[in-house]
């Protein structure tokens, strides 16, 4: 008898954990044991349940998903990791691995992949793309200060990518479930951080380093 992974999905979005579901099915030994949809929940079913794996969204309301993270890793050190996200490798992948993530994974990967990743992380390993690997090589050989945006703290950063990305200060306040001044106050310190005067020029260094998807 195939041993079962049992995974806990987080995901704010019900459609995105009912597609995850539907593609555990049609396999013999992956399992949606338990799942969440805002970092509270996470904790919750952590703290209170065993799971071979967490697949987690970064990018769910309220809590910042890499604390999330760093908080799952000190409750459950033992807990496998792996981010599904919405965002392209360039923006959250490296950050995540260093809070304490074993893979990372965008929503646009086939199905067979995210099924083998998942696996590869239950049973201990780590997955992460060419491209994440060759983002952590060029770490080790960059001045870490020579790079604006790694001065950023992780919420901060989370700001910057929503900002570059088009989001105004309301919608980002609501997606992340804070103030709109908080943002506005986020964004006054990444300026500052970064030696920008204003979101054009923010723009126009996260395209400069690939940290924005251009079409």
């Known amino acids: ?27 013999q030994d992956i399992v949606a044991a ?24 970064i990018s769910m309301p309220g809590r910042n998903g890499l604390d999330l ?43 067979d992949v995210l099924v083998s990743a998942i696996r590869r992380v239950a049973a201990g390993g780590v997955y992460f793309s060419q491209k994440v690997a060759e983002l952590m090589v060029q770490g080790l050989h960059t001045n870490v200060s020579s790079q604006r ?13 929503m900002i570059v990305e088009g989001k105004g200060l309301t919608e980002i306040a609501g997606s992340l479930s804070l103030s709109v001044k908080t943002v506005s106050t986020h964004k006054t310190h990444i300026l500052q951080k970064m030696g920008f005067s204003n979101a054009n020029e923010l723009v126009r260094y996260a395209i400069a380093h690939h940290l924005v998807q251009t079409f």
């Open 34 to 57: 338990g799942e969440a949809a805002n970092g509270i929940q996470v904790m919750q079913q952590v703290r209170e349940r065993d799971f071979d794996i967490l697949l987690l969204d």
């Open 149 to 161: 945006h790694e001065q950023l703290s992780d919420r901060e950063y989370q700001v910057f990518v």
């Open 69 to 111: 993270i760093r908080s799952v890793k000190a409750e459950k050190p033992g807990l496998p990791i792996l981010v599904l996200s919405m965002h392209q490798e360039e923006q959250f992948a490296v950050r995540a691995l260093h809070a304490g993530a074993s893979g990372y994974l965008t929503k646009e990967s086939d199905s």
């Open 1 to 27: 008898m195939t041993e079962k992974i049992n995974v806990l999905l987080a995901d704010d979005h019900t459609i995105i954990r009912d597609g995850l579901k539907q593609i555990f099915a049609d396999t």
